[in-house]
Every structure is written in structure tokens, then in C-alpha cells.
């Protein structure tokens, strides 16, 4: 009887243990790693060197724009953009070496810097803004971050929800950015930006992953204002690599070189 005892009792408490250990197991799965998340989005399209041509299609109630585009990137901190059509902006170009911007207009020969209160400004007319093309700020270096839940009643065990708030020292109108990932793969599904009312104003849609080289990412960025109806602003990658680039493309000698 007293063998039996014990055996009942070492059978508990070795399911008890299972029980813990499992628990743990299944919570350690259930809780993203938010830094290595944030960093793989802010590297998903650099890497550490980049080449990139896409397309740009703005459109708004009054009129639609197509831009054909080249970047070069290095790292995360140096971006060059240089427009290859329509042939009224071609040549026009943007660097950014760090926390230093210039963009170049070849119509009137001048190269301007942008200061940083400009780094939330229109970038030629879309509904991005200088920052989110050049890339100034990231989402790990820049903001607080938590994991949170979405609005929505309707459960999602699919994506990962992100609470992104900007550091006292980031230059940023977005009182919180809300980063939806998948949590197979931490490819962004969407970014939801809102004011300080707690509105959201923006949607950035992710959509068509597609191989590009060794990574697999969305081809395609649908940036909505939604206090802005009938605009949009649509970017499809059509080529990008991730091979080593010149690091004398970054430089104000390439800003100003005429195609």
C-alpha cells in the first residue's frame, strides 16, 4: 500500500513538473523577440548593401503620377535616390548619410539640404515622407516597443502586434505607430499610424512576397492617408538586390551627376 503511495505521488509530481516545464515552453513561444523583429523590419529592403529599382504611382482625386526610381543603400545609414522617369524629374535626386539629407534638382542646377524638421515633409508629392524613403529613424533604435493586442474583437493568432512609441529625442507627428507581423516569418503585414488624439491617419499595407535573391518580402507598399480620401501612393519593387554596392554613389558628386 505504502509502495503504491508513493508511486501515485512520484507520478504527480512528475506530471506536475511535465506540466511547468511545457507551460514554459509553449509562453517562451508565445513571446516574440520584439528587438530581433524590429531590426529584421528595418532591414528588410538594405540588408547590409542594397540596389533596388521601383516604381512609384501616386494618385489623388485630381491627378495620377508614375515615377520609375533607383536606390543604392549601405546599412542603415547612408541612402541614395535617384529618379529615372517621367523625363520632367528625371535626375532629381536624394542622399542621406546619416543624420545629414540633400535632395538635387537638375531644372534649376541646385543641391538643398533638408533640415529635420522637414524629415516628416511630402517626398516629391507622395504620401511618403522624406524619413520613411531614407529611412533616418528606425523602429529599434527610435521607439519604446511592446508587445499589445489589436482593436479588432475578432481574435488574430496569425500576426504579432507591436506598440511603437517614439523616444523623447525622435523627431516624429506619429504619437504611435502599431507594427503587425507575421509570426512565422516576421514579414510586416501592416503599419497603422496614428495622432495624438489616439486617430489613426495612415494605413501602410504590405502585400505580394515575393523572392528576391535570398529574402523573401512584400514587392508591393500601399501607403493610405485616411484623412486624405482619394489619395494613395504605391510602391512596387520590380528588381532588388543585395549585392555589394560602390560607396561613391553616396556622395555629392553623385547627387549632382546628370543622366
Known amino acids: 500500500m505504502k509502495l503504491q503511495i508513493k508511486k501515485s505521488s512520484l507520478f504527480f509530481a512528475v506530471a506536475v513538473l511535465f506540466s511547468f516545464i511545457l507551460t514554459n515552453v509553449m509562453a517562451a513561444e508565445l ?7 524590429l531590426d529584421n523590419v528595418d532591414r528588410l ?16 482625386p485630381d491627378w495620377k503620377r508614375n515615377l520609375e526610381i533607383n536606390v543604392w543603400a549601405s546599412g542603415l545609414d547612408k541612402t541614395f535616390i535617384r529618379i529615372l522617369a517621367p523625363q520632367k524629374d528625371k535626375g532629381v535626386a536624394t542622399l542621406r548619410i546619416q543624420n545629414d539629407m540633400w535632395n538635387f534638382f537638375p531644372k534649376i542646377d541646385k543641391v538643398m539640404k533638408v533640415p529635420p524638421s522637414m524629415m516628416m515633409g511630402s517626398w516629391m508629392g507622395s504620401d511618403f515622407t522624406n524619413d520613411d524613403l531614407v529611412k533616418e529613424s528606425t523602429f529599434l533604435k527610435d521607439y519604446e516597443s511592446k508587445l499589445t493586442t489589436p482593436d479588432s474583437k ?9 506598440e511603437l512609441k517614439p523616444k523623447e529625442r525622435t523627431a516624429s507627428v506619429w504619437d504611435k505607430i502599431i507594427l503587425v507581423v507575421n ?5 510586416p503585414v501592416r503599419q497603422e499610424y496614428y495622432d495624438e488624439k489616439g486617430i ?6 504590405f502585400k505580394d512576397v515575393r523572392k528576391f535573391g535570398i529574402k523573401s518580402l512584400p514587392a508591393i507598399m500601399e501607403l493610405t492617408p485616411l484623412n486624405k480620401p482619394g489619395h494613395k501612393t504605391v510602391i512596387e519593387y520590380k528588381e532588388l538586390k543585395f549585392d555589394r554596392v560602390d560607396e561613391n554613389i553616396f556622395s555629392q558628386i553623385s547627387l549632382q551627376k546628370r543622366i
Open 31 to 37: 513571446k516574440p523577440d520584439i528587438k530581433k523583429i
Open 45 to 60: 529592403y538594405r540588408s547590409e548593401h542594397s540596389f533596388a529599382t521601383l516604381e512609384m504611382r501616386i494618385e489623388t
Open 154 to 162: 475578432s481574435p488574430d493568432n496569425v500576426n504579432f502586434y507591436i
Open 183 to 187: 509570426k512565422e516569418n516576421s514579414i
Open 200 to 205: 489613426k491617419v495612415r494605413e501602410l499595407l
